[in-house]
């Protein structure tokens, strides 16, 4: 039952990039568009386009039956969900399976026991997989969290079961803190995710974020190695490498084969990605959560191996076998991607829409950008800020450092403000440039270091 | 008695409540005193209070929750 035709149920960068494997595979797209992104790039380079609703996302990109219908009545038999939006909604999915149609990602039931936090730790743990020392699933009340707390030990993070993307997170360093956090977090998960859930978490005060990028077929599972993404700001990944330097390779084998037995515990089908935090002063690592979609970052795993992870996960839902066995998969040099946001760095990283005036993409050797941007392109205020993701490959990480410097030299992007400021400037640092940060490194260094206009 | 009508400061998605369910900010002919929250404006997922900048009676809105603005797009009309 090989996908003939897909519905592309995202927008932006990652639509362009559904639209690109497909076209390479010989698969014709159906790109969805909201009333505000008509003119977008993948719109204009996919087969056809298919509305689904007014700019506000609640009404488009999220509106589950919207999606369906236009998938449906556009002859599509498979549905491509990218990142964010309705990417880790497991009605969703179960909504297009039950249609006849082809989700291109994991069962609904594998997205609803990853996408619950705790269930997650959980299954992690079965598999062998070490957690950050927690409540053993949900707490229920705060007489229950007060337990778990004094078992774990203090400070303790409190997540919201239902939650992802770092929002909902809140740090309690003592039990006063704790009994005035724990129904603020309660209700503030109720309000966004509709599931009031917690869970616990000791908080490991330095870790540095990396996570395992691995592909299933639902039989068996690999994995493509690791990246890493601690410099942050609100919880929101900037700048991404791989592979992730601060690993031995003792370290990096036992992470990664650990993801796999987790993969292969659940049976997972599909590009996933199972995040870690890891605690460089004592070789530590621990599974915080796993991702049942593409990510925004996979370019720099598919620059180290060579391999098209949004082509494998069509192919993968077209009912072919795994194409690679684990010996196939050798990395190759070192990949670093910086993200293009329509924000201005020297005013709080205030979002900023705009039309582009004039654009100048960097090119030449290992070189790669992955962008929807075109002169002329009225870039929507509705939306993620996610411009264009800068992406260089090179044989070592010195060297990927240098090709970034001279790519960020050729990127010129005019009519808006951009982040790419920041990435020169931390591109600069003498920290960055040893690797020597963590996951809460970079709003210090932006409190130290406010970028001018 | 003087009839204005307020335009939209920045382009989103405008919102009349802090909250899905929540009342919102002002009903129609509610008054408006300088520096109240009349509504919010989101810009690529942050939110902007819109705050009123002149006294008054607000008589009607021009765009519906959660209806896309453009930078000045009228907003609501206030009567003073």
């Known amino acids: 039952m090989a996908i003939r035709r897909i519905f592309v149920a995202n927008r932006g960068e990652i639509a362009l990039r559904i639209v690109r494997a497909a076209r390479e595979l010989g698969i014709a797209t159906v790109q969805a568009v909201s009333a505000a992104d008509r003119e977008m790039l993948p719109a204009r380079l996919a087969d056809a386009v298919a509305p689904i609703g007014p700019a506000h996302a609640g009404k488009s990109y999220l509106n589950k039956e919207a999606v369906l219908r236009a998938a449906l009545e556009s002859g599509c038999d498979a549905v491509h969900p990218g990142y964010g939006f309705l990417s880790e909604n497991a009605d969703f999915a179960g909504l297009v399976e039950e249609a006849g149609l082809t989700f291109i990602g994991p069962t609904p039931e594998t997205i609803r026991q990853m996408g619950d936090k705790a269930t997650a730790r959980s299954v992690a743990a079965q598999a062998g997989v070490p957690t950050v020392p927690g409540s053993e699933g949900r707490i229920e009340g705060l007489d229950e969290a007060r337990a778990a707390a004094a078992a774990i030990g203090f400070p303790v993070m409190i997540k919201a079961a239902a939650g992802g993307g770092g929002r909902g997170i809140r740090v309690a360093r003592g039990p006063d803190e704790l009994a005035a956090l724990v129904p603020q977090a309660a209700a503030e998960a109720k309000a966004a995710f509709g599931d009031g859930g917690l869970y616990l978490e000791r908080f490991v005060g330095r870790a540095r974020h990396v996570e395992v990028q691995v592909l299933g077929d639902g039989r068996d599972a690999i994995h493509l190695f690791e990246r890493e993404c601690s410099l942050q700001r609100r919880r929101q990944k900037v700048w991404e490498e791989a592979p992730a330097a601060c690993l031995s390779p003792e370290t990096r084998e036992a992470l990664c084969t650990s993801a796999v037995r987790l993969a292969k515990a659940v049976g997972y089908r599909g590009a996933g990605t199972l995040e870690y935090l890891y605690d460089a002063g004592t070789g530590a690592f621990f599974f915080i959560e796993m991702n049942t979609r593409i990510q925004v970052e996979h370019p720099v795993t598919e620059m180290i191996t060579g391999i098209d992870l949004v082509r494998e996960m069509i192919r993968i839902a077209g009912g072919e076998p795994l194409r690679l066995s684990q010996g196939d998969v050798r990395p190759r040099g070192h990949a670093i991607e910086v993200r293009i946001n329509a924000e201005d760095p020297s005013r709080g990283f205030q979002p900023a829409p705009g039309t582009i005036t004039a654009l100048s993409l960097p090119g030449g050797p290992g070189v790669r950008v992955d962008t929807m941007l075109y002169p002329g392109y009225a870039v929507p205020p509705f939306y993620d800020s996610l411009l264009a993701k800068l992406v260089v490959h090179d044989e070592t990480r010195e060297a990927a450092l240098a090709r970034l410097g001279r790519a960020l030299g050729e990127l010129a992007v005019e009519g808006l403000p951009t982040t790419a400021a920041l990435h020169r400037a931390l591109l600069a640092d003498p920290a960055v440039r040893a690797g020597d940060v963590h996951t809460r490194w970079l709003e210090a260094w932006l409190d130290a270091h406010p970028l001018t206009p | ?80």
């Not at chain 2, 002002?26 to 900048?53: R, S």
């Open chain 2, 1 to 80: 008695m003087a009839l204005k009508t307020i335009q939209a400061p920045i382009p989103g998605t405008f919102y009349r409540a802090a909250n899905p369910g929540d009342p919102p900010f002002k009903a129609e002919n509610d008054a408006v005193a300088v520096g109240d929250t009349v509504g919010l404006i989101e810009v690529m997922k942050t939110f902007t209070p819109v705050l009123a900048e002149e006294a008054g009676t607000l008589r009607a809105f021009h765009v519906e929750n959660e209806d896309a603005v453009m930078a000045g797009q009228p907003l609501y009309d206030l009567e003073f």
